[in-house]
């Protein structure tokens, strides 16, 4: 997409991304070894009554279902950071994943022509309709090459 494409308001959407509890483990393992995300038997008599997955891999795949519905082919080639994160739910292996990003406000740098911004509203759920992620990202485009009249 091209940043002239995004207008606030849009709604993006993406899934379902089905959760393995291989790949819980893989990521725990290497990222955020928990007990909680890496020991199943563990985890099955904690307060979770189950191996849950990191956030931080819930953000990777948050992240992975917004390249594939938008980012993938844009102009976008950087993000300065999250405003806002918040895990609402775990996420379990077995889960269907489906993520939503609402684009909020659009605009092009003050301070460096060429560059535009985009914030927007990422929600992720799970096959129940239970929200298991929210943040709020920016992303950087690159118009150097736009017609000011595009954006």
């Not at 060429?114 to 129940?128: A, D, F, P, Y």
Request: proline content about 5%; charged content about 25%; overall charge negative.
């Amino acid at each position: 997409m091209k940043f002239a494409d995004f207008k606030p308001g849009q709604v993006f959407e993406q899934g379902p991304r089905h959760v393995t509890q291989e790949e819980i483990l893989a990521f725990a393992n290497a990222y955020d070894p928990q007990w909680f995300h890496i020991n199943p038997e563990k985890a099955a008599e904690s307060h979770w009554s189950g191996l849950i997955a990191s956030g931080w891999h819930t953000c990777g795949m948050a992240m992975k279902m917004a390249v594939d519905a938008v980012l993938g082919e844009s102009e976008s080639f950087a993000s300065p950071g999250l405003d806002y994160v918040k895990w609402l739910k775990p996420v379990r292996p077995g889960d269907d994943l489906f993520w939503k990003g609402i684009i909020k406000a659009k605009r092009e740098s003050n301070s460096r022509p060429g560059i535009g911004i985009i914030l927007w509203s990422w929600e992720v759920t799970n096959q129940n309709g239970d929200v298991v992620l929210e943040l709020d990202a920016t992303n950087l485009f690159d118009i150097s090459g736009q017609d000011k009249n595009d954006a």
